[in-house]
């Protein structure tokens, strides 16, 4: 094992020149859209990443967060590249060579199965592995260590998408694919900003409707994201209450004739109860429910009924929620009732939110699932499995979901965590519970590629992992198509693919508790380990059995099922059979529940969490990349404009957020697109990059009974002017990780703090707090220091006041500055470190005096225009063709596109 381990991973898959530049064809790392991508590389370095424009699901296209992936591909110490282990808690880590670290985890997994038994393991893997990883993981979980325990961040993403589809289709495959896009009549997203989240579905859905403009889009969302203001219908819905809103469309579509009731009888089962259940569901009474008038839902339900082809869209606004796999269902409903499934331009179609959710949903990477669609629950199910990986049998006893994973290890019943490609210090709900969790596990592994994430604090023992573009295997995309994932350059220090580092300890391991299991783990490449994974599909619903690297070198990205010797098959059920043992779908019964935490008159507000355009996740790729971070800097809780006022609180204010849970600081910001009474936080802003827990120190671990799946997207909230007077902003020029490094733990000292990574080109920090004079001076004196500030070019100071204002410059350009007291003068500050225009009077800027300029922020990355340059492009008259001729913003990659669509609806409102 010791010699492809270490040896074979140099040379990129490609063959290259020496010396040359060499273009390869792979996956963007990102989203569930799965776009092809060709990486050019030179050496060992990334130089170009570009759309793969023979790709079938981009063709080409890429948005702000692929364009810039090769900014991204970092070697100046965001990485992790060497095995850390500390033998216990009280000693900080130390690097060891790699097989050592493999030994010790050998060793720790061989200790704990022996003295506590398997099922005091747990895997925590991640929907952002490929599928040979996930393979591989899977088979040491279940073949070698022997627990069921094997679960991934995918319960927090796509669980209730499993649940749902298998409830109502009988399996987990989505019906639809891209191509619906161009021959949808009508479009249906509910709980999806695709504009943000599936950048280049949006392109190709805006492509559709300019080609037909009698389109329909209804977007069915508690906020009026960019998503919702580009819909013909925007249904704002009170969040968690999808099913009654849905149960009425189908109340609508049965009372108005609407429904086919020909292909009811035909292809589908249970249709009866369900209409009894929806005849209370009136549009009036959803009104009531939903908050949304029942004309619109009338109207929705005529648009998605009687237009030639529906399709749906959604996503986490569905999934993420305690009665998500019924939201699921409710969806489906209505696409059986109406036929519109199964034929172009229909059908429900989930989006994948990571790049290979779908394929561990095919490897059987949840505890819920095996390999090929089974289920670990069914005895034969599980002898098949056993059969396929050569081993006598797997484990009965059922695995913990996620959540409940973390519990276990947190009142002890769980004692070695295996963490890989995810972030669960950051990700998942309710911070606190999962941090005790952490603490109380006896042994932690976290295989990591990047060096900054909140998990690794808690680690006993780093795994380096290789990343994208280092590694090969496959993906699965949202449209049920594999591509090839292709290295393009080696990985740095000790990093491997995660699936060798699984299958090194693997071996180890057998040695240890199961020689005759060794063998089962001897794969000399990723073909290898893809072959033993397809053949678990043979005679599966998602058969690709006779599918191998050759082909897919040879013929391309292909969709499951996949026989090669038929044509495609684009679009599942086309003939109304349906996954089920009699071949007919499911209306399932099922009944509305509200969220599972109710506002009340201490915590008032619904907060929801979800995502912003350019940052990905936990940020450990994209706050790398200073065009990325450009869009929003800085992390704010918006709140409806009215909401702000009552609480007073000025735009950029400091706020306490408050849930039953947990708190934090942070600023606010005002926000048309909510409705008076919620809130909404990104996702992305973690104890890495904020003081305090997080974001998820807020939010409800309450799951739905059926996925498992938290309710992310809804917890009741206090919000409430901060007391935090004092403030301070620093800012260096240098190397983005580097300072990170620095700065970073700053964030642990003051009540609110933010790391501003990558900001103009350096590194800034912005921190609060309570007391007004003695302990913010030592600070300042201190942040001076760190900042290179003792001896500026330009100060202003009184330490009597808690004032401190220094600028240090390099010629005519500031290299570091520090604000503190009364941080005004920031804004004018960056916009000058940004490259803009030297002030007159540099010390009359520093005394707050002449224009405080506002930082403008990048709407458009591609030709870095900011929102300044386009509300004067539109103040002079400018239409979105003036905005892209003069501006050239929007002609990049488009995904800036919405945002200006709804900067000049908001300048003209009567011409959206
Ligand atoms: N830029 C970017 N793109 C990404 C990602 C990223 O991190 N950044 N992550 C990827 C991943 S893993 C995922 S899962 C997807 C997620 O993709 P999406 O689900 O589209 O994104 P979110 O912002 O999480 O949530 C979508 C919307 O759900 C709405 N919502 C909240 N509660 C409800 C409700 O009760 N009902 C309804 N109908 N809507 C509700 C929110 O207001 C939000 O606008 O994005 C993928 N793409
Ligand atoms: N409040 C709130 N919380 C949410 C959500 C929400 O909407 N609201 N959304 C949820 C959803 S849908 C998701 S999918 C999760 C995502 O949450 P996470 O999975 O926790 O987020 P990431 O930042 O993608 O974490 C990936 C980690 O893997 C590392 N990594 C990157 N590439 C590799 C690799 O090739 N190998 C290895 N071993 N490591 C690698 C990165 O450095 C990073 O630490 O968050 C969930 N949490
Ligand atoms: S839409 Fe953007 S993030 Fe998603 S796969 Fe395509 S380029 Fe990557
Ligand atoms: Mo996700």
Redesign the pocket.
């Known amino acids: 094992m010791d010699a492809p381990l270490i040896g074979d991973l140099r040379a990129p898959a490609t063959a290259a020149l020496p010396g040359g530049i060499r273009t390869v064809s792979s996956v963007c790392c990102?989203?569930?859209t799965g776009c092809g991508v060709r990486v050019q590389a030179q050496g060992n370095r990334v130089i170009a990443v570009s759309g793969d424009d023979r790709h079938p699901s981009n063709q080409g296209r890429l948005c702000s967060?692929g364009m810039n992936l090769a900014d991204t591909v970092r070697r100046d110490g965001s990485r992790v590249l060497r095995a850390q282990w500390r033998p216990d808690r009280a000693t900080p880590r130390r690097e060891l060579a790699l097989d050592q670290a493999l030994d010790v985890a050998a060793d720790r997994l061989a200790q704990t199965i022996e003295r506590h038994g398997p099922d005091a393991i747990g895997f925590y893997l991640s929907?952002q592995l490929l599928t040979e990883d996930y393979s591989v993981f899977n088979k040491l979980a279940r073949a070698l260590v022997g627990t069921n325990n094997v679960d991934t961040n995918s319960r927090l993403?796509?669980s209730s998408a499993v649940a749902g589809y298998k409830q109502t289709l009988g399996a987990d495959a989505p019906p639809a694919c891209y191509e619906d896009l161009d021959a949808a009549a009508t479009v249906f997203i509910?709980?999806?900003?695709?504009a943000?989240?599936?950048?280049v579905l949006f392109r190709r859905l805006e492509a559709a409707r300019q080609a037909r403009p009698d389109m329909k889009v209804i977007v069915?969302?508690?906020?009026r994201?960019d998503?919702a203001a580009a819909a013909d219908l925007h249904l704002p819905?009170?969040?968690?209450?999808?099913v009654a809103l849905f149960h009425a469309m189908l109340n609508v579509m049965i009372w108005e004739d609407l429904i086919d009731r020909a292909y009811i009888d035909a292809h589908t089962a249970g249709f009866t109860a369900l209409k009894q259940r929806v005849h209370e569901f009136t549009p009036r009474a959803a009104q009531d429910v939903c908050g949304v008038p029942a004309a619109d839902i009338v109207q929705a339900a005529r648009w998605f009924a009687r237009s030639p082809a529906t399709l749906s869209l959604y996503?986490?606004?569905?999934?993420?929620?305690s009665s998500g796999t019924a939201?699921n269902a409710a969806l489906i409903h209505l696409h059986l009732a109406t036929a519109q499934i199964g034929k172009p331009g229909a059908g429900p179609f989930s989006?994948?939110?990571?790049p290979n959710?779908m394929g561990g949903r095919e490897a059987g990477g949840m505890a819920t699932l095996l390999p090929g669609h089974r289920d670990p629950a069914n005895a034969a199910d599980r002898a098949a499995v056993a059969a396929l990986w050569g081993v006598d049998s797997l484990p009965a006893a059922p695995g913990l979901p996620a959540i409940d994973m973390f519990d276990a290890a947190r009142d002890g019943r769980i004692k070695l965590l295996w963490i890989v490609a995810t972030n669960p210090a950051q990700s998942l709900p309710d911070q606190a519970r999962v941090r005790a969790a952490l603490d109380k596990a006896e042994f932690v592994i976290v295989q990591d590629a990047y060096a900054g994430s909140e998990t690794l604090a808690y680690a006993d023992l780093v795994l380096p992992a290789a990343t994208w573009p280092e590694k090969d295997g496959t993906v699965t995309n949202s449209e049920r198509r594999i591509s090839r994932v292709r290295a393009a350059i080696a990985p740095p220090g000790d990093a491997r693919p995660d699936w060798r580092l699984a299958a090194a300890v693997a071996t180890r391991l057998a040695a240890r508790i199961a020689p005759a299991k060794t063998a089962c783990f001897d794969y000399a490449d990723e073909s290898q380990v893809f072959a033993e994974h397809a053949r678990t599909t043979s005679g599966r619903d998602l058969d690709y059995s006779a599918l191998t690297y050759h082909i897919l070198d040879r013929d391309g990205p292909q969709q499951w099922p996949y026989h090669p010797h038929a044509s495609a098959i684009p679009r599942l059920y086309a003939d109304g059979r349906f996954a089920t043992p009699d071949g007919r779908a499911r209306f399932v019964d099922v009944g509305y529940a509200p969220v599972a935490e109710a506002v009340s008159a201490q915590y008032p507000l619904r907060l929801?969490?979800?995502?912003?355009?350019?940052?990905?996740?936990t940020m450990a790729r994209t706050a790398l990349s200073l065009a990325l971070t450009r869009h929003v800097e800085e992390p704010c809780l918006s709140l409806h404009p009215g909401d702000m006022q009552r609480l007073r609180l000025a735009d950029g204010a400091l706020a306490r957020i408050k849930s039953r849970r947990g708190q934090l600081f942070m600023a606010v910001r005002a926000d048309e697109g909510l409705k008076p009474g919620h809130a909404?936080l990104p996702?992305?802003w973690g104890s890495a990059f904020i003081a305090g827990d997080g974001i998820n120190a807020l939010t409800n671990p309450a799951r739905d009974p059926y996925s498992h799946q938290p309710e992310l997207?809804?917890s009741a909230i206090a919000v409430e002017a901060a007391q935090l007077p004092w403030q301070a902003m620093g800012w260096l020029k240098g190397d983005a990780a580097a300072l990170r490094r620095a700065l970073s733990p700053w964030l642990r000292r003051f009540p609110y703090a933010v790391l501003l990574p990558t900001a103009m080109g350096g590194g800034g920090l912005r921190i609060a707090v309570a007391a007004k004079h003695a302990a913010p001076v030592v600070t300042l004196q201190e942040m001076a220091a760190a900042l290179g500030l003792a001896q500026p070019h330009a100060a202003f100071d009184d330490p009597n006041r808690g004032i401190l204002r220094r600028v240090a410059l390099d010629g005519k350009t500031p290299v570091a500055f520090l604000l503190a007291g009364d941080v005004s003068p920031w804004d004018a500050l960056s916009a000058w470190a940004d490259g803009g225009p030297p002030p007159a009077s540099t010390a009359q800027l520093l005394m707050g005096r002449g224009a405080p300029a506002r930082r403008a922020r990048t709407v458009c990355v591609c030709h870095g225009v900011t929102d300044e340059a386009i509300e004067t492009g539109i103040a002079a008259g400018l239409d979105m063709d003036g905005l892209q001729q003069t501006l050239h913003c929007g002609t990049g990659c488009g995904s800036c596109g919405p945002e200006i669509a709804r900067m000049l609806a908001r300048a003209h409102p009567t011409h959206p």
């Open positions: 990102y989203c569930g967060k929907g993403c796509m509910a709980g999806a900003n695709v943000y989240a599936h950048p069915v969302d508690p906020r994201t998503t819905i009170l969040p968690g209450t999808d996503t986490m606004g569905l999934n993420q929620s939201k989006l994948t939110g990571q959710a929801t969490t979800g995502r912003l355009r350019d940052h990905w996740h909404f996702m992305h997207k809804h």
